[in-house]
């Protein structure tokens, strides 16, 4: 098992905006959840059956093709930053790291697989998370990478199932698939547009909900939003990642007309939003985050509109990372006061949009190998 | 940020708007936003209302069967009521144990008791375990033809060939 700086791309497969319609669908993400017999929830786990748990689960991911050179990251040994980092690449739940100033419980861990997109959260709310995250628009895919992986794990764990309910969880709004389908999309066309509330009004309509970037309670910020399904039981996992690809399928088709409607009615005025955003990312000596995702907001539309063809998705969402407030503390080796993080940001923002390179905070610029989009 | 419309709370949603080819920007807090038919949340029937649900499931509307009070889990001590609190159940096995309400519960949330997805095998699987397993199989390869998706099907097949002989020998 390799430590946590050995492996710094850790969960970042999506990034490289390879899936369908990555300009304007980000990643997919599918997740399982399970819990094994014999053990409480995790609320109300009590230490032995957490640390049991964990147990079974190390016990197992090394000898598993889908978990093959895995990492076991446990949250008691990391410190804050790196809990927090994890949070910020969604490989882990606020749940799961606890609170900068409280250790997290006992056995909690995220095991991330060194060759496929998948991780599983260990002892959440569930003993068992299995989570895949792709690129673009590829439900099919991340489905069948995570149904495998289920396949192997259960084959060694003994999962709590009833013959009626499916999959038993701790909340019941995950009974039955314990699968929730998310897709986080781009869509600043339907938001200047106006016609975004139609758009989201509909999707409850239709058995979907929505969400801001980083899930449950989150904001809306940068026109992300994340469109989820909603039921788990009496569908089946194919008819619940069929119905949400249809929607969402959907969805992107109106974000493509508002655009049109924009560059027709509005091109200037749009063009002249695109470009001003781009030279404040570009020169710009403070930048929190919220700021920095409203303009990348107008950068990705820009270059999606193919206004700025100089500059390439990848980049962007790769921005959108390593601009988060622990990532920028990792990057620095120190924390840092608000204002310094800010200029922290607006620095890293800089240097990559000069350089267009592939820089990381983790390591030195290298050229840029991963495949642009749409290649 | 403060909302530009009731300048009192923070601002939560971020609009820029163009209109007669001018672009403005609209900071808003979530409740001027709503009233102004951008929401934060889902509308109503995108939300679960799961404490909503289980207070009626506890009689605090005319629902006709209040949950005995000391209802109680037999593996992890959990009571109806503390679930009705924290929304969330103790363990498996608590599923067996407030399995009315449960099923009650589920079907509002869901519109469906019945899972119709995969069906588990455990490692050790009894024969009436292997032959719900062969069910669900078959009809996940139903559903697979029926959608065209021959390569999954294919995958199906396999796998109820494999469990048809283990469930020979």
Known sequence: MSTFDAVPDLGLNWLDASGDHAEIVLSTRVRLARNLQGHAFGPRARVNDREAVLSRVRQHSDRLDSLEGATVLHMPDLDARRRTILLERRLASRELIGSADADPANGTAVVVSGRHPLNVMVNEEDHLRLQSVVSGLRLREAWSQVDRLDEELGRELPYAFHHEFGFLTSCPTNTGTGLRASVLVHLPGLVLTKEISKVLHALGQVGLTFRGLYGEGSEVVGNFFQISNQTTLGKSEEDLLDHLDQVVRKVIQHEREARQVLLRDAGSVTEDKIWRAYGLLRYARSLSFEELMNLLSGVRLGVSLKLLPELRVYTLNKLMIFTQPAHLEEAAGRDLTPSESDAHRAAFVRRILGSEGDVSPDGPESSDERPAPGA | ?169
């Open chain 2, 1 to 169: 940020m403060d909302c530009e419309n009731c300048g009192e709370a923070d601002a939560v949603i971020h609009l820029t708007q163009v209109v007669n080819n001018k672009m403005s920007s609209l900071h808003l807090c979530e409740q001027c936003a709503a009233a102004k038919g951008l929401e934060t949340e889902g509308p109503p029937a995108a939300s679960f209302p799961l404490q909503e649900f289980l207070a009626e499931m506890g009689g605090e509307s005319p629902a006709p069967a209040p949950a005995p009070v000391d209802e109680k889990c037999g593996f992890c001590g959990l009571t109806f009521q503390g679930f009705r609190k924290a929304g969330r159940l103790g363990c498996p096995h608590c599923y067996i144990s407030f399995e009315g309400h449960l099923r009650a519960l589920l079907g509002r949330i869901h519109n469906s008791t019945q899972h119709v997805g995969k069906v588990y095998l455990p490692p050790d699987p009894t024969a009436s375990q292997l032959e719900r397993r062969l069910e669900g199989l078959r009809g996940q390869l139903r559903r697979a033809v029926d959608a065209e998706d021959f390569e999954r099907a294919a995958g199906l097949r396999d796998e109820i060939r494999i469990l048809e002989a283990e469930g020979v020998t």
